[in-house]
């Protein structure tokens, strides 16, 4: 059974970093695109970053651009996502997510609704 573990949430304070973890199981998605989303209390579930199936392309939403960065490691069926100078507006559940190609081989990376598989959210506070 296809499975997203994320780790490395926590609470810190404002400015610090953290690195998120998201280790896939059941399934190789090393042709999958994968992406990062993020839920605050009452808010939607909106997109934070994506990364192509070679990792060789990396798409950001304007409020963490330059703070954070993803990564994969295909051999380990690993993505991160390491968030520097955190905000206190960062505070949110993070969910891992994979998407895979369209039936025209097509990617769309940043919305919700190309993804397949979720994992389970870990918590990432930040205190001002």
């Known amino acids: 059974q296809e499975q997203l573990v994320e780790s490395g949430g926590g609470l810190v304070q404002a400015g610090n970093s953290l690195r998120l973890s998201c280790a896939a199981s059941?399934?190789?998605?090393?042709?999958?695109?994968m992406g990062w989303f993020r839920q605050a209390p009452g808010e939607e579930r909106e997109f934070v970053a994506a990364?192509?199936?070679?990792?060789?392309?990396?798409y950001y939403a304007d409020s963490v651009k330059g703070r954070f960065t993803i990564s994969r490691d295909n051999a380990k069926n690993t993505v991160y996502l390491q968030m520097n100078s955190l905000k206190p507006e960062d505070t949110a559940v993070y969910y891992c997510a994979a998407e895979p190609p369209d039936e025209r081989g097509v990617f769309y990376y940043v919305g919700l609704a190309g993804y397949k598989y979720w994992g389970q959210g870990t918590q990432v506070t930040v205190t001002s």
């Open positions: 059941g399934r190789t998605f090393s042709n999958y695109a």
């Open positions: 990364i192509s199936w070679s990792g060789e392309t990396t």
